[in-house]
């Protein structure tokens, strides 16, 4: 088991950055593909980006592909997305997420086992 806690969330202005960090407990860390997501108002829960157990593939949306990067670092038991170019369609409450180690790497909210309680990003126009 694994519990997940978000920081780095906040207000910045289009066009700004943000850098996610999502700790998580336990020794088996390394063992799960590790997600982002994110949910707007009114909206269900979006994919974001996904990285393998080893950090050797990922996947990012195409709504956030060239701005956001996504890297983990085993060792320190984290997990990062970090944001840049925001928009305010980017704003949402942004959730980390630990999954099985499958392939292709899953994008759907379904496939995840364990989630953080979120961390919210506002981006004002």
């Known amino acids: 088991q694994v519990q997940l806690v978000e920081s780095g969330g906040g207000l910045v202005q289009a066009g700004g950055s943000l850098r996610l960090s999502c700790a998580a407990s336990?020794?088996?860390?390394?063992?799960?593909?590790m997600g982002w997501f994110r949910q707007a108002p009114g909206k269900g829960r979006e994919f974001v980006a996904v990285i393998r157990w080893n950090g050797a593939n990922l996947h990012l949306a195409e709504s956030v592909k060239g701005r956001f990067a996504i890297s983990r670092d085993n060792a320190k038991n984290m997990v990062y997305l970090q944001m840049d170019s925001l928009k305010p369609e980017d704003t949402a409450v942004y959730y980390c997420?630990?999954?099985?180690?499958?392939?292709?790497?899953?994008?759907?909210?379904?496939?995840?086992?364990?989630w953080g309680q979120g961390t919210q990003v506002t981006v004002s126009s």
């Open positions: 997420a630990a999954g099985p180690r499958s392939w292709p790497l899953p994008v759907s909210a379904d496939e995840y086992d364990y």
């Open positions: 336990g020794r088996t860390f390394s063992s799960y593909t």
